[in-house]
């Protein structure tokens, strides 16, 4: 079955450093990634949404320019965060897509759990 | 816009016992619906999805939802509990619109409490 592996699973950074994860289709061509945050004991909220090759689309309120996304291949998608601070400790989760899946095809990552000190 | 309304946020099942989690949805085209489960610092797994045809899915862990047009609902039942069911639930909506599949839009989320 399709798989999504996103790295690192936690990580802890210094406020104003800028941290990267990584989100990779392993098994299959991610035409679509999609980024998603949750707080603490809170839903999960759609950031953006990125085609291969071209521009994010960043939902309403997200800052394109703290979240910097690059889906520069087919199988892989960055989430930047920018000169974090301690609001942007989170759950970040990854989800893929192929064009050719089936209706409904995401394939969620392991998410990845960032601490801003 | 779409949206998603999951009204109990924490539900207490004693083991054995059925489940019935209740999700209402608003979208604009034809809805895909999904439940998702997540455990504590994981990521989610799909426990089933509903996109057409026969209204009532079968899914993973003998669990099964039922789609109602009318109501605009998306229930998740289990006849029967595991205390391994102990999770958070959540409901997500999802469709195509003209430049493509739509991120999910999800709901709060049920906390499920399986009681011995």
């Known amino acids: 079955g399709a798989v999504v592996s996103q790295h690192p699973s936690r990580v802890i950074c210094k406020s104003g450093t800028s941290v990267k994860i990584e989100c990779r289709s392993l098994?299959?061509?991610?035409?679509?990634m999609f980024w998603y945050r949750q707080f603490p004991k809170q839903s999960l909220m759609l950031m953006a949404t990125?085609?291969?090759?071209?521009?994010?689309?960043?939902e309403q309120g997200v800052e394109k320019d703290k979240f910097l996304i690059n889906h520069a291949s087919l199988t892989l998608s960055t989430l930047t965060v920018t000169s974090a601070h301690p609001e942007d400790s989170s759950f970040y989760i990854c989800?893929?897509?192929?064009?050719?899946?089936?209706?409904?095809?995401?394939?969620f990552g392991s998410g990845t759990r960032l601490t801003v000190v | 816009a779409q949206s998603v309304t999951q009204p109990d946020i924490h539900i207490t099942v004693s083991e054995g016992a059925s489940l019935e989690l209740r999700c209402n949805y608003s979208?604009?085209?034809?809805?895909?619906l999904f439940w998702y489960v997540q455990s504590p610092g994981q990521g989610l797994q799909l426990l089933l999805k509903?996109?057409?045809?026969?209204?009532l899915v079968q899914g993973i862990k003998g669990f099964e939802a039922e789609f109602k047009r009318s109501q605009s609902s998306f229930n998740l039942r289990k006849p029967s509990v595991h205390w391994s069911d102990a999770a958070e639930y959540f409901c997500?909506?999802?469709?195509?619109?003209?430049?493509?599949?739509?991120?999910?839009?999800f709901g709060k989320g049920t906390h499920l409490i399986i009681q011995p």
């Open positions: 990125s085609n291969e090759g071209s521009k994010a689309t960043y």
């Open positions: 098994d299959f061509q991610a035409t679509t």
């Open positions: 509903y996109f057409s045809g026969d209204t």
């Open positions: 997500a909506v999802g469709g195509y619109s003209g430049g493509g599949a739509d991120g999910l839009t």
């Open positions: 979208y604009g085209a034809t809805p895909y």
């Open positions: 989800s893929a897509r192929a064009d050719s899946a089936p209706m409904g095809g995401y394939t």
